[in-house]
């Protein structure tokens, strides 16, 4: 017996176990099979060694003929010829050997859409169905699909690509550059930074009433924000919540009063008391009981889908109801935290994330072990 290195279209390396009168057109078939592609992928192999075309030239020579040894390396050549192959035949391999590395990698979105690519092609020639994808350019394309993550490391790794350009609003407690002036244990915040790509900042509610940065007992290894009971941000104007048939909202938090809510009480979130929460939706209103510790860290989501609505603890859904209004009140322009209409919040604030859609169970639920992870909650 015997070994030599293989290197395939994917990039994944082995080392192959052979018997030294074993052909090399052999020992390539098992490697091809094992990488699990179709075989007419494979142009041809060389050996690493001098770069000298094997294959083509020596498939009916042995290992021992060759003069391999183990230090001996074979690489895998893609057949990507124009000649032979249409446009798109050539785009399926290349997503194919994308699906095995994204895999290989750990990507739970390992699967590609053929049909959610940027451009899709009209046999070998440009054509009037060459790019009937308008949203072909969204992120993550064209691996839509999303899977269940345990601990996800980002929001682009919890969501689709196509909910991805809804993430309208994202204060990261835990990146001290998004506070304005700086993060100074007990200094005051004048500015919470919009990590989304709108820069939808939030800023203090008038006057003094500033919430502070703290950082002297860390939370998952992070400092956050603290509100005293008066302190409120907003994002004024803000319109992107005017009748809208579906949004997503997450806190992490702990302490008492009210959380979020719009200028018209829609994406209203509150802990009313040490076991009780208000929230409510475009003059739908609701308290739930028996529900929180609020000494405690927790993270609360709340869904709003075309009249349905759903409030999420610590990951488990605790109220699922259907009310009449169909979207969020069209006079939305004001969006507060630290705030739920009624009340201010006392408390901390950790990470503040909203979606102007409503997100998928796999997509929230991801959101969610993405915060848990994340904040040690």
Same mark, same amino acid.
């Given at each position: 017996?015997? #070994? +030599?290195?293989?290197?395939?279209?994917?990039?994944?390396?082995? +080392?192959? #176990?052979?018997? #030294?009168?074993?052909?090399?057109?052999? *020992?390539?078939?098992?490697?091809?099979?094992?990488?699990?592609?179709?075989?007419?992928?494979?142009?041809?192999?060389? $050996?690493?060694?001098?770069?000298?075309?094997?294959?083509?030239?020596?498939?009916?020579?042995?290992?021992?003929?060759?003069?391999?040894?183990?230090?001996?390396?074979?690489?895998?050549?893609?057949?990507?010829?124009?000649?032979?192959?249409?446009?798109?035949?050539?785009?399926?391999?290349?997503?194919? @050997?994308?699906? *095995?590395?994204?895999?290989?990698?750990?990507?739970?979105?390992?699967?590609?859409?053929?049909?959610?690519?940027?451009?899709?092609?009209?046999?070998?020639?440009?054509?009037?169905?060459?790019?009937?994808?308008?949203?072909?350019? $969204?992120?993550?394309?064209?691996? *839509?699909?999303?899977?269940?993550?345990? !601990?996800?490391?980002?929001?682009?790794?919890?969501?689709?690509? =196509?909910?991805?350009?809804?993430?309208? +609003?994202?204060?990261?407690?835990?990146?001290?550059?998004?506070?304005?002036?700086?993060?100074?244990?007990?200094?005051?915040?004048?500015?919470?930074?919009?990590?989304?790509?709108?820069?939808?900042?939030?800023?203090?509610?008038?006057?003094? !009433?500033?919430?502070?940065?703290?950082?002297?007992?860390? %939370?998952?290894?992070?400092?956050?924000?603290?509100?005293? =009971?008066?302190?409120?941000?907003?994002? &004024?104007?803000?319109?992107?919540?005017?009748?809208?048939?579906?949004?997503? +909202?997450?806190?992490?938090?702990?302490?008492?009063?009210?959380?979020?809510?719009?200028?018209?009480?829609?994406?209203?979130?509150?802990?009313?008391? !040490?076991?009780?929460?208000?929230?409510?939706?475009?003059?739908?209103?609701?308290?739930?009981?028996? $529900?929180?510790?609020?000494? %405690?860290?927790?993270?609360?989501? $709340?869904?709003?889908?075309?009249?349905?609505? *759903?409030?999420?603890?610590?990951?488990?859904?605790?109220?699922?109801?259907?009310?009449?209004?169909?979207?969020?009140?069209?006079? &939305?322009?004001?969006?507060? @935290?630290?705030?739920?209409?009624?009340?201010?919040?006392?408390?901390?604030?950790?990470?503040?994330?909203?979606?102007?859609? !409503?997100?998928?169970?796999?997509?929230?639920?991801?959101?969610?072990?993405?915060?848990? #992870?994340?904040?040690?909650?």
């Amino acid at each position: 017996m015997a #070994t +030599v290195k293989y290197r395939g279209l994917s990039g994944t390396r082995v +080392v192959l #176990t052979v018997n #030294t009168s074993d052909t090399l057109t052999t *020992i390539t078939n098992a490697a091809i099979a094992d990488e699990g592609l179709n075989a007419n992928y494979y142009a041809d192999f060389f $050996l690493l060694r001098d770069n000298s075309v094997l294959l083509s030239n020596s498939g009916a020579q042995t290992y021992a003929q060759l003069n391999l040894t183990a230090d001996d390396e074979l690489v895998a050549v893609l057949d990507d010829d124009p000649a032979t192959y249409t446009k798109q035949e050539r785009q399926v391999r290349k997503l194919e @050997i994308a699906s *095995i590395q994204r895999k290989d990698d750990g990507y739970a979105n390992h699967v590609y859409d053929l049909t959610s690519l940027p451009d899709t092609y009209n046999g070998n020639v440009p054509g009037a169905d060459d790019n009937p994808n308008t949203d072909g350019l $969204l992120p993550k394309r064209p691996w *839509i699909e999303v899977g269940a993550v345990a !601990a996800p490391t980002s929001i682009a790794e919890a969501v689709d690509g =196509g909910s991805l350009p809804d993430l309208q +609003v994202w204060y990261d407690g835990a990146d001290t550059s998004t506070y304005i002036p700086n993060a100074t244990d007990e200094g005051q915040i004048t500015q919470w930074t919009d990590k989304s790509d709108f820069a939808h900042n939030a800023n203090p509610d008038g006057g003094s !009433a500033k919430p502070t940065y703290e950082n002297t007992v860390l %939370q998952g290894g992070y400092g956050y924000l603290e509100f005293d =009971g008066n302190d409120q941000l907003s994002i &004024n104007p803000f319109t992107q919540l005017q009748s809208q048939a579906g949004f997503t +909202v997450f806190i992490v938090h702990k302490g008492t009063g009210g959380l979020t809510a719009t200028n018209t009480d829609d994406l209203k979130v509150g802990i009313d008391s !040490a076991t009780s929460m208000t929230y409510g939706m475009n003059g739908y209103a609701n308290t739930q009981s028996g $529900l929180t510790d609020a000494d %405690q860290w927790m993270y609360t989501t $709340l869904v709003f889908n075309a009249g349905n609505t *759903i409030l999420r603890l610590k990951g488990s859904e605790v109220a699922n109801v259907t009310q009449g209004a169909a979207t969020t009140n069209a006079g &939305n322009t004001t969006f507060y @935290i630290g705030y739920d209409g009624n009340s201010n919040f006392t408390g901390f604030i950790a990470e503040v994330i909203l979606f102007n859609k !409503a997100l998928g169970s796999t997509e929230y639920t991801n959101v969610e072990n993405y915060l848990k #992870t994340k904040w040690g909650l």
